[in-house]
């Protein structure tokens, strides 16, 4: 199965600007108007929240998928009725959907949170062909960004991958951290939309959700094919007398 990374669109001439939402209509009494209120030990957004109206940029244009700096994507969208109608023609996870409003000049439109619950890092990664690090600080060389390579790190299941992160976080150098060399892509998901957390956070989708997004004449939507695997190109070895990278 292909798979791609569903995210907003950048294109100018569709969104007039980069980040349509921006700003509330008004100064907001809890941050939990502003931000989802999310349980992230379930993923769920508290029932019964009631969000801040949102104002959209001056710059910016109506499109049926909105870049608000307010939500986290990728488990949280925020698009129009028509493109929630469409959503509920595929197959998806667990969701949940809250009333939202956005203004612009004296005008206001009906808009819907779409929020994605779990994570399907699980079956999505193949575990046992991915291989991980352990990466030092990051540094700089030139216009170039890298972290160091200090250790390999066996990695089993997506439990396995939390347990061994926090434990690192907890007993190492502040800055070491536990990242993918290579990440290896199943295609066992038969949900047609889907998010993940750790190692790869994303939204994706299937390509039949792609194509009945497109059919349906959907704005503000990009997709970007995913490859079967993912590797991450800022890591590098240092030399052990030198320190300094080893180039090729």
Known sequence: ????????????????????IQEAMMSATHRDQLYPNIDHSIGRIAEGSQFMHYKLHGKAKWTDLLNCVFLFHPTTLLVTEKALFVFKQFDLPTYQVFDALVHKRGKQKSYYIFHLVGDYAQDFVDWEK??????????????RHYRPIVDK?????????RQKKNLMRCNEDLFAGLVYQTLHLTQSIQKDLFCTKTPLLGMYCSKRF???????GLTGFRFEEMPSILTNTNLI??????????EG
């Not at 292909?2 to 001439?13: A, G």
């Open 1 to 20: 199965m292909i798979y791609y990374k569903l995210t907003t669109s950048v294109l100018p001439e569709e969104t007039g600007i980069g980040t349509q």
């Open 130 to 143: 991915s291989t991980f690090v352990k990466a030092g600080k990051q540094m700089f060389t030139g216009m």
């Open 153 to 161: 790190v066996t990695i089993y299941n997506l439990q396995d991958y």
């Open 210 to 216: 792609k194509a009945g997004i497109e059919a349906a």
């Open 237 to 246: 070895y240092l030399d052990k007398d030198t320190g300094l990278p080893i």
